[in-house]
């Protein structure tokens, strides 16, 4: 069985510009989870979905949204990117509610 | 509020010794307590978790213990090995059960 998969690995953006990320969970998981992980502040959590709706929300900008399609893939934006984007961007996938969430190897956004 | 607390930050044990790390989680209602462990460059992967209708759970060198009326949890890792050097988060849903928060994460490092 695939993993959880992130693309792409790495990005560097300029401030101001607009990033999308995908995550494409395991088959069969429904759930989909965002963190932004940096050195200083551990893992935030960012939003949650589950079969296409948004279920839970972290205290980020409304500068950060995502959406989840059929398949269950995700994708979250950033808009207006700032310095303090700059992190690693892990999704997770789970099959129910809660269970263990496999995590993929994160998109690690550099904004210059 | 929204949180979950861990300490230590960083914890250095000798090879042999046994290294504990300590959660308190806010959310009355939470049910389910993971523990990841993160390897330097590597994404974050589950070692053990608990559910809140038992007190104790091992797997091997590893030990998780609930305190449901303190709201507190806490891994043990017995006979430490220099690959058990990673950083530790322990997690806890909030508010929603599919709203995972992490802890801020331990660093534990073997001495040979």
């Known amino acids: 069985k695939a993993g959880v998969t992130q693309t792409p690995r790495y990005l560097i953006k300029t401030r101001g510009q607009q990033v999308t990320l995908s995550c494409s969970p395991i088959?069969?998981?429904?759930?989909v989870s965002w963190y932004q992980q940096t050195p200083g502040q551990g893992l935030q959590f960012l939003f949650e979905y589950f079969s296409e709706t948004q279920r839970n929300k972290g205290n980020f900008p409304g500068r950060f949204s995502g959406r989840q399609f059929s398949n269950s893939r995700s994708e979250m934006n950033v808009s207006t990117l700032e310095l303090g984007d700059s992190a690693l961007y892990l999704c997770?996938?789970?099959?129910?509610?809660?269970?263990?969430?496999?995590f993929g190897q994160g998109t690690r956004l550099t904004v210059v | 509020g929204e949180n979950v607390e861990q300490h230590p930050s960083t914890l250095s044990v000798q090879e042999g010794d046994s290294a504990v790390i300590k959660c308190t989680y806010s959310d009355s209602a939470s049910n389910y307590f993971p523990w990841y462990k993160q390897e330097l460059g590597k994404r974050p992967q589950l070692i053990i978790d608990i559910r809140s209708n038992v007190g104790e759970k091992k797997d091997q060198r590893i030990a998780v213990t609930l305190n449901k009326t303190a709201k507190h949890f806490s891994l043990h890792i017995t006979e430490t090995q220099p690959e058990d050097s990673a950083v530790y988060f322990c997690?806890?849903?909030?508010?929603?059960?599919?709203?995972?928060?992490f802890g801020s994460g331990t660093r534990l490092s073997i001495r040979p």
């Open positions: 088959s069969g998981h429904r759930s």
């Open positions: 997690a806890a849903p909030y508010s929603s059960a599919s709203k995972i928060i």
């Open positions: 997770a996938s789970s099959y129910g509610t809660t269970g263990e969430a496999f």
